[in-house]
């Protein structure tokens, strides 16, 4: 066999610092749009991503050279410098440190795509730290609620 074939989807959750909802709604599709083309940059696609005022989610495939931690690095980085330039928030811009990523199956991504699309209405009834919580329970992570919840 002389070909590599990899499908390496991730669903990727990060937060604003502090978790202030500085992500606004007037520039939210160019904001998803720089994501997708910097992503292709990367030779990586972005499958779906939205947003809400303190945290986005993303469905990417990443090539199999790239580390996630490298992408979601270079991807916060530049979209940190997007934001400040094209969005000018009143008190900076800056993500969280960390972040979470989960694997997806082709066979489970139409519906992490359906729940990533779903986000404002999601969070009508749930904080993101409650999303973030059932998350890390779903896929069996021990986690210090006052640690990676801050």
């Known amino acids: 066999m002389g070909h590599t074939f990899t499908n390496h989807?991730?669903?990727i959750v990060f937060s604003t610092k502090h978790r202030k909802g500085l992500l606004e709604d007037r520039r939210r599709t160019d904001f998803h749009q720089y994501l997708c083309g910097f992503a292709q940059t990367l030779d990586c696609a972005v499958l779906s991503v939205n947003s809400v005022g303190?945290?986005?989610h993303l469905l990417v495939r990443i090539r199999p050279s790239l580390a996630v931690s490298e992408f979601v690095g270079k991807l916060k980085a530049n979209s940190s410098r997007w934001i400040k330039?094209?969005?000018d928030p009143p008190f900076g811009f800056q993500w969280q440190s960390g972040f979470s990523s989960f694997t997806v199956s082709q066979s489970a991504a139409?519906?992490?795509r359906d729940y990533?699309?779903?986000q404002t209405e999601h969070h009508r009834q749930l904080t993101f730290e409650e999303e973030?919580?059932?998350f890390l329970e779903r896929n069996g992570f021990e986690y210090d609620p006052q640690r990676c919840l801050d």
Do not use: T
């Open 85 to 87: 330039e094209q969005m």
């Open 9 to 11: 989807l991730y669903h």
């Open 116 to 118: 990533i699309e779903r």
């Open 54 to 56: 303190d945290h986005i």
């Open 110 to 112: 139409a519906q992490v």
């Open 132 to 134: 973030l919580k059932r």
